[in-house]
């Protein structure tokens, strides 16, 4: 069984904010990276952010910096996303997506992840965030 699935999302207002969820199942995030992407109607699968077992900082989309902040628990064998300062354009349907990597951390200010859908291997059912102004 290799499951994701999202939660949190709902409508705000411009300013609010949202946090999303995604549990796992089947695999332990401490051998993953967890990418969250987004999709709005007619337009392409946009990577948002990512988190990685392997080490080094998140990564996020020029877009959300700064607004968005990505966090883990492995425990929880959950990843999170906070989503602050909402704007219009953040509405689409947010997708959580995990990939296994080898356990190999290190010490690094780069991340780790990319914010490439096609190196993702499992994806949630996603979740719909609407931000009107």
């Known amino acids: 069984q290799l499951v994701l699935v999202e939660s949190g999302g709902g409508s705000g207002q411009s300013g609010e904010s949202l946090r999303l969820s995604c549990a796992a199942s089947?695999?332990?995030?401490?051998?993953?990276?967890i990418g969250w992407f987004r999709q709005a109607p007619g337009k392409e699968r946009e990577g948002v952010s990512c988190?990685?077992?392997?080490?080094?900082?998140?990564n996020y989309a020029d877009s959300v910096k700064g607004r968005f902040t990505i966090s883990r628990d492995n425990a929880k064998n959950t990843v999170y996303l906070q989503m602050n300062s909402l704007k219009p354009e953040d509405t689409a349907v947010y997708y959580c997506a995990a990939v296994f990597l080898a356990a190999v951390p290190i010490a690094t200010d780069q991340p780790m992840c990319a914010l490439r859908a096609s190196g993702y291997h499992y994806w949630g059912q996603g979740t719909q965030v609407t931000v009107v102004s």
């Open positions: 988190i990685s077992s392997s080490g080094g900082r998140p």
């Open positions: 089947g695999f332990p995030l401490d051998y993953s990276a």
